[in-house]
């Protein structure tokens, strides 16, 4: 059996940054991967659907400007960017279900407009107050910790249209989960992970780059500069540890080594057997996170007819089945792309009817905001992440009510050799590609600073 100084457990983005970075430091790493491939819940697919090969972005995408560690880690791996197409006026759809036109103002009353700018200032002022990375410490967290996020905005708010429009924002579009399953701080956490909330509202800043390629560039490209030490279908079942180091078990298999990063999501943790088993409190705190849902549809058509409209692809709206919607054509390519999320209860909705079915019901709410044409896509891409055991949901996990106080501090201690970390667990970056390449570094120069003390 051979010994290396730090075995990794994951080959997303926060495994593989972790383990580059150690081997850059001179150490001898190995990442064991469960799948066939490299990237976790980033994937980029090319499909012929279409008649011609086309590349869909199957999970993570887009770069927001604020995201300075993914960026610089971009830069360092010399991988392009692209602005995300935004030339024309978006569309909202209201209570009335019907579709309006705006550029910079939302089409809704004036005080709807007003009350939406009150809560987005109190999100925000709460936002800057919290450092991300410790939720808890922000001076009213108890409390907010103990109440949804839906009861918080009625506490606000009696505008239901604006409190529903700060829902959406933050449930559906983030955490994709309903507002009443999760807590304000929670929310909070989303927002100041981002910068601030007035950054989750702004497309042109959450939504603003993609890599040419697409964003599974990043882990593919780690993995090659890691060469054979990445391991593919090394699915981990169990590990024994004791102060002085770790055997990894795959199948008949083992590894040993000095440390241990388990570079997976925290529910996914619970897979592997750990014996000695974890102390309580880790098990307990991993137990009250769970994923959100979310259905990623992306259609393609001849052209991005939409555009010829004077729209720019973006549309959404918190009472339909897509609640948001954008043009997603990738630089260079003439067919049109637009993709649409289904989320939280829409998700569970949706995933009960058969293929067939589901797919009309949701290019019927694609043509709520683009008409017929939204109808009739040449090529049709649903990506579901529940189903996969390796992770079980979209985009990332969160805790439930009262979880974040109780247990955020539990989910990056480390455990004798054996560190804990996936963007489920960053402060900035929080649930976003940005918080692995963060989470992956910051263990690293831990590990680091450690092996040389
Ligand atoms: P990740 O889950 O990617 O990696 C964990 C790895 O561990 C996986 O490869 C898994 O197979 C492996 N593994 C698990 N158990 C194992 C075991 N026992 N043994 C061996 N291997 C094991 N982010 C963003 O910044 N911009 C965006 O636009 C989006 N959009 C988006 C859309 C969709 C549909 C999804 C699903 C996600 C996003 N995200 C996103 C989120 C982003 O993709 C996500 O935060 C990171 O890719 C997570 O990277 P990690 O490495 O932390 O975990």
């Given at each position: 059996m051979n010994t290396h100084d730090v075995i990794v457990i994951g080959a997303g983005v926060t495994g593989l940054t972790a383990a580059w970075r150690l081997a850059e430091a001179g150490q001898e790493v190995v990442v064991l991967e469960?799948?066939?491939?490299?990237g976790g819940r980033l994937r980029t697919d090319v499909t012929d659907q279409a008649g011609a090969p086309a590349s869909f972005e199957i999970g993570g995408q887009w770069v927001s400007p604020d995201q300075d560690a993914l960026i610089s880690l971009l830069a360092e791996l010399g991988l392009p960017t692209y602005p995300r197409h935004r030339d024309g006026d978006s569309l909202y759809v209201g209570r009335d279900r019907a579709a309006r036109r705006f550029a910079?103002?939302?089409?809704?009353?004036p005080s709807t407009r007003a009350a939406i700018a009150e809560l987005t200032k109190k999100l925000d002022e709460l936002a800057a107050a919290m450092d991300p990375a410790r939720p808890?410490?922000?001076?009213?967290a108890r409390h907010l910790d103990s109440i949804s996020l839906r009861t918080w905005l009625e506490e606000q708010c009696d505008d239901a249209e604006a409190r529903d429009n700060i829902a959406l924002y933050l449930g559906p579009a983030m955490l994709t989960k309903p507002a009443h399953a999760f807590s304000a701080l929670q929310a909070v956490q989303m927002a100041a992970s981002a910068g601030s909330f007035s950054n989750l509202l702004d497309a042109d800043v959450i939504l603003d780059r993609r890599v040419v390629g697409g964003l599974q560039s990043v882990p593919i490209e780690l993995a090659r500069r890691l060469g054979d030490r990445v391991r593919l279908g090394q699915d981990v079942t169990h590990v024994a540890w004791t102060e002085e180091g770790v055997v990894v078990h795959v199948g008949d298999d083992a590894y040993a080594a000095r440390r241990l990063v388990v570079a997976v999501p925290p529910t996914v943790v619970r897979r592997i057997r750990f014996t000695p088993e974890l102390p309580a409190e880790q098990r307990i705190a991993r137990e009250h996170q769970s994923f959100g849902l979310v259905v990623k549809v992306q259609a393609m058509y001849p052209t991005p007819f939409w555009r010829a409209d004077g729209l720019d692809g973006t549309a959404f709206g918190p009472y339909e089945l897509v609640h948001e919607a954008y043009d997603n054509t990738p630089e260079g390519e003439s067919r049109g792309v637009l993709v649409g999320f289904v989320s939280d209860v829409n998700a569970d909705a949706v995933g009960a009817l058969d293929a067939e079915e589901r797919r009309e019901r949701i290019l019927d709410a694609l043509a709520t905001y683009f008409g017929e044409q939204a109808r009739h896509p040449i090529a049709y891409v649903e990506s579901d992440?529940?189903?996969?055991?390796?992770?079980?949901?979209?985009?990332g996990t969160s805790f439930d009510l009262g979880g974040l106080t109780r247990w955020g501090h539990v989910l990056r201690q480390p455990v004798g050799p054996i560190e804990f970390g996936s963007s489920d667990v960053a402060g900035l970056g929080f649930q976003h590609v940005d918080g692995a390449v963060r989470v992956g570094t910051e263990i690293a120069a831990g590990l680091g600073a450690r092996a040389t003390a």
């Open positions: 469960a799948r066939d491939r490299v910079e103002d939302l089409p809704v009353s808890w410490e922000l001076a009213d992440w529940q189903h996969q055991e390796l992770t079980g949901g979209a985009y």
